[in-house]
């Protein structure tokens, strides 16, 4: 699983490589969309990204025009993040992108069989979270 994991995110990353940019800046984009603005330090935490590092992306992403700044006028020191029309636009095209890696990782896979692994994942995962996802194996 890991090594699977590992080679889709290769790929992904590369395509948003040739874009200019990185894994993070797909995360932070997917985040406000997903989630709305955004306090700065907060997208860091929720994301669990450094600040720092957070300041990094979030000035590229603002550089590029895909999400804007606002300071609190109560509280100078918070920066509220939101994204921008242009940045709604691109996280289309990335997801786009995302999916036809998705697509290329399980293509010897049929449509039954990539079900059945959404399936199994999902319950693994729901495990993993403390969920009621995982159903124990009857003895």
Do not use: C
């Not at 600040?51 to 606002?70: F, N, Q, T």
């Not at 109560?74 to 036809?100: E, F, H, I, Y």
């Amino acid at each position: 699983m890991s090594r699977t994991g590992k080679a889709a995110r290769s790929r992904l990353a590369e395509r948003l490589a040739d874009r200019g940019l990185r894994l993070r800046h797909m995360a932070v984009l997917a985040a406000l969309v997903d989630f709305g603005p955004h306090v700065q330090r907060q997208l860091a935490a929720r994301l669990a990204i450094d600040r720092s590092d957070m300041v990094k992306i979030v000035d590229d992403l603002s550089a590029a025009g895909l999400v804007e700044r606002a300071r609190d006028v109560t509280d100078r020191r918070r920066v509220t993040v939101t994204v921008s029309p242009a940045g709604r636009a691109l996280l289309d095209s990335l997801q786009a992108d995302a999916t036809a890696v998705q697509d290329d990782v399980l293509a010897p896979l049929n449509k039954r069989e990539r079900a059945q692994l959404t399936a199994l994942l999902a319950r693994v995962h729901g495990h993993l979270q403390g969920g009621s996802g995982a159903r124990r194996p009857s003895r």
